[in-house]
């Protein structure tokens, strides 16, 4: 495969990671055709490319387990990629830290009645966290992912920007990544459109050029999040009533953990309106109800909110600073202000100018510059709770 090595004989950019030629690049590999071509780039583009892939869960398991990354046979595509490339690559168990930090609050999160994402949990506490640490003990000048996300140097240093291809741009699930890591981290698949990254790894011949994207969180099958959370924390799911906002009793259910905000179907309430889950009581092992108008939010509470913009946050909301926000990884961003509460225990909060349905305790509110296209990627916090608009 040596012939693949040049990369003037094959139509693939030559990406610059702004570091130094020749000096060693630690490339994340989930297995998928993302990560597989960023590793390609940086090995025909002259780096010294070391793969590395994460065993984040049983690996008999994983085997059977197709549609989600990081499984078993993700991990042998990984290491085929590698040796058709001609780079080392390396298989890390971090199952023990994945199962506490990621799974264990999944677990957690929706036992309190809020509805997480585990995906972003995984980039915050073990990727961006301890794999980037163990880049830089393998000598890495920087780490690169296949992530859809730029970064862009600016006056004041590197910043996050929202992918040119809009239909996979991934920074919703990246806010939390802090100003020191992105200076070790680079996302060189930012400026492609999908269909390019397909195209150069047919060019190249990697096994991996048609793999289906993920689609599962890794450890939910099929999607059912409720017998995860029963398997994890078993009894857990207790029975209470389903109530609605006027206080009436409407019938009984088999456990919160079943239930998430702004669910509509499935509630096993009959009603001449339809009714929406507003809100989850886990403590009085209530589900709350309501029409869809009791969904509406108009300021939202924060925590854990790590700032990527220039200056320092909290003067930023304390100005009252313009931003736009996204409270759900599907939806545009929408005009917001920041806004600062002393009464809060972590201070930060977000006014929307319009209020917005099925806000989420949990769930993830992404900053966004104010400009029309909402380039750049401000920060972010998680939901720590919502105020209902009038």
Known sequence: MSKLLDISTIDAPRIDLGVPAGARVIVAMSGGVDS????????????????VTLQLYDHGVAIQKKGACCAGQDI????????AMGFPHYVLDYENRFSEAVMEDFADTYLAGATPIPCVRCNERVKFRDLLETARDLGGAAMATGHYIRRVEGPNGPELRRAHDASKDQSYFLFSTTKEQLDYLRFPLGEMPKSEVRRIAGELGLVVADKPDSQDICFVPEGKYASVVERLRPG??????????DGTVLARHQGVIHY?????????????????????????????VGPREALMVSRIVLKEVTWLGDGEGEAAAREGAEIAVKVRSTRPPAPARLVWEDASPTGWAVELATPEEGVA??????????DAAHSRVLGGGWIAATKAAA
Do not use: N, W
């Open 36 to 51: 597989s071509v960023t590793a390609a780039l940086a090995k025909l583009s002259g780096y010294d490319v070391v793969g």
């Open 76 to 83: 042998q595509d990984a290491r085929r990629v590698a040796e």
């Open 236 to 245: 857990a799911a207790e029975p209470g009533e389903i109530v609605h906002v």
């Open 260 to 288: 998430t905000v702004g669910q509509r179907r499935g509630l096993g309430v009959a009603a001449a309106d339809p009714l929406y889950v507003v809100r989850l009581d886990p403590a009085m092992r209530q589900v709350i």
């Open 361 to 370: 305790p949990g769930q993830a509110c992404v900053f966004y510059s104010p």
